[in-house]
């Protein structure tokens, strides 16, 4: 019963890992998109 519950924990543990890196991964991404955005804008504007 208790190595089942500890399992049960581990599992949730995992879980919750997996949740914040994927949060991770997607305030990183969505810094790269905005950082690139500003990047071109910059660069229309030196064209113009």
Do not use: G, P
């Not at 519950?5 to 991770?24: K, P």
């Not at 991404?29 to 064209?47: A, M, P, R, V």
């Amino acid at each position: 019963q208790l190595e089942k519950r500890v399992s049960i924990l581990e599992e949730d543990a995992v879980h919750r890992h997996m949740d914040e890196m994927e949060e991770d991964m997607k305030s990183i991404l969505n810094f790269t998109i905005s950082t690139t955005e500003q990047l071109t804008e910059t660069e229309d504007i030196k064209t113009t």
